[in-house]
């Protein structure tokens, strides 16, 4: 069983008449640590907060949380809420919420928390861990700030993008916002705030549930045990990153951007387009690896299996970290 800490972490980021930005984390902790050690750090998905990684059974299955089953493999886990999202702060004004900003916290508190992890801070059971690795791992638009961040700061050793792609959702915007990309990124970005505001509204939307989203996220194939779970992990949307998330070519040019090894983890029922066509977005990575979940929706720890996605999660990020040794 995982021993779990928790932390409000303060960041420089700051928003007009706010104070700063405090940002939610968990750690969970294995027993005894695998070495090396190796920590994940966990961004979770647009509508959910941190709890997407700790997915709680009510017959006590731990199979769902992906927390607590890499941190029974040897890792220590880091999930965090974005701002606005669960435990973290949330502004009044949640258009103010770009994604520079949500990133710009998300990286300060990465930061904090490797930085007490590496000190022996955080989890004096360990001792200093001076040589721990970080690799970033992020679902949906948690990929996304993933990649943002890695491009930013290039805090991690590899990063994990699961259930993104820079192709967008081009089915759900406007043909204004279709033109405005062909045109190009910059395009979009420069009038970013007020295209969200005409899509979304109000602050903080709920995502309503359909028989198609429902379809996608989860489906026939999803375990009713786990799609009663993710409901503890339901949050709003942050209206900005999640519209820019459905951009076409949104963090194409981040993703070129990444000198470290990828792993693309996709549902064979996922929302990317074709699977093959993600890995062309990361043209500078010395190491992308596509794995296609079987019979998963976008919502991968739901489905059976999500065993297979663990077993080859921790199989890449050791065989790619012990590849950064040898080199």
Not at 168 to 174: A, D, F, K, T
Not at 191 to 211: H, N, T, W
Request: include cysteine; glycine fraction near 8%.
């Amino acid at each position: 069983m995982a021993a779990t800490v928790t932390r409000r972490l303060t960041t420089t980021v700051q928003l007009p008449g706010e104070a700063p930005l405090r940002i939610a984390a968990e750690v969970f902790a294995p027993a005894e640590l695998a070495p090396p050690p190796v920590v994940l750090v966990c961004l979770p998905g647009g509508g959910m907060s941190r709890r997407y990684y700790d997915l709680q059974s009510s017959d006590g299955d731990q199979s769902f949380s992906f927390a607590r089953q890499m941190a029974g493999r040897g890792y220590l886990v880091v999930t965090l809420d974005h701002a606005g999202i669960g435990d973290s702060d949330k502004p009044a004004d949640s258009y103010a919420l770009t994604p520079e900003r949500v990133m710009q916290a998300n990286a300060e508190a990465t930061a904090q928390v490797l930085e007490q992890l590496r000190s022996g801070a955080l989890l004096p059971q360990f001792g200093p861990l001076p040589q721990l690795r970080s690799v970033g791992v992020g679902h949906s638009m948690g990929a996304m700030f993933t990649v943002l961040q890695q491009a930013g700061h290039a805090q991690h050793a590899a990063v994990a993008v699961l259930g993104f792609s820079s192709r967008g959702l081009p089915e759900y915007v406007s043909p204004r916002v279709k033109e405005l990309a062909a045109e190009s990124v910059a395009a979009v970005r420069a009038e970013l705030v007020p295209l969200a505001r005409k899509m979304f509204v109000s602050d903080y939307p709920e995502i309503k549930g359909s028989p198609t989203s429902n379809s996608i996220f989860a489906g026939a194939k999803a375990d009713p045990r786990g799609v009663e779970a993710i409901k503890a992990a339901r949050a709003p949307l942050l209206p900005v990153p999640a519209f820019f998330s459905m951009v076409p070519g949104n963090i194409a040019p981040e993703a070129a951007e990444l000198r470290v090894p990828v792993f693309l983890g996709i549902g064979e029922r996922d929302m990317v387009g074709d699977p093959h066509q993600v890995p062309t977005a990361f043209t500078r990575s010395p190491d992308v690896t596509l794995f296609i979940q079987p019979e998963a929706g976008h919502s991968h720890f739901l489905f059976a299996s999500r065993h297979a996605l663990y077993r080859r999660l921790d199989a890449w990020a050791r065989s790619v970290l012990a590849h950064l040794d040898e080199v």
